[in-house]
Nanobody
Framework: QVHVVESGGGSVQAGGSLRLSCAVSDRTLRNYGMGWFRQAPGKEREFVSAISWGLTNLDYADSVKGRFTISRDNGRNTAALQMNNLKPEDTAVYYC????????????????????WGQGTQVTVSA
């Protein structure tokens, strides 16, 4: 069974930084796109960022563009989300997701297109 595990959440003041990490346990998984989503209390899960297997395709929600940076290390089956200049509205549970694809450029903003999900990690930003 493939597992996706996030880490790195925590509490920071506005303007601070956090780095989230994501590890995929199955090293036989290939050509998978990865994404980060978040869900705040009382709100629906929303797209944050995505990256293709080939590293050439990156995507960010407008709300985080210029502040968050997604990256991945295919050799280690890991991904990361560097979050800078955090704002109180970034407070949410952050989820890492992965989906196999036949394309090195595949990435998606649609949560339903990802079949592997982590348990989530809490990020809290205080004013």
């Amino acid at each position: 069974q493939v597992h996706v595990v996030e880490s790195g959440g925590g509490s920071v003041q506005a303007g601070g930084s956090l780095r989230l990490s994501c590890a995929v346990s199955d090293r036989t998984l290939r050509n998978y796109g990865m994404g980060w989503f978040r869900q705040a209390p009382g709100k629906e899960r929303e797209f944050v960022s995505a990256i293709s297997w080939g590293l050439t395709n990156l995507d960010y929600a407008d709300s985080v563009k210029g502040r968050f940076t997604i990256s991945r290390d295919n050799g280690r089956n890991t991904a990361a989300l560097q979050m800078n200049n955090l704002k109180p509205e970034d407070t949410a549970v952050y989820y890492c997701a992965a989906a196999e694809s036949s394309s090195w450029t595949w990435h998606s903003r649609e949560a339903h297109e990802y079949e592997l999900w982590g348990q989530g990690t809490q990020v809290t930003v205080s004013a």
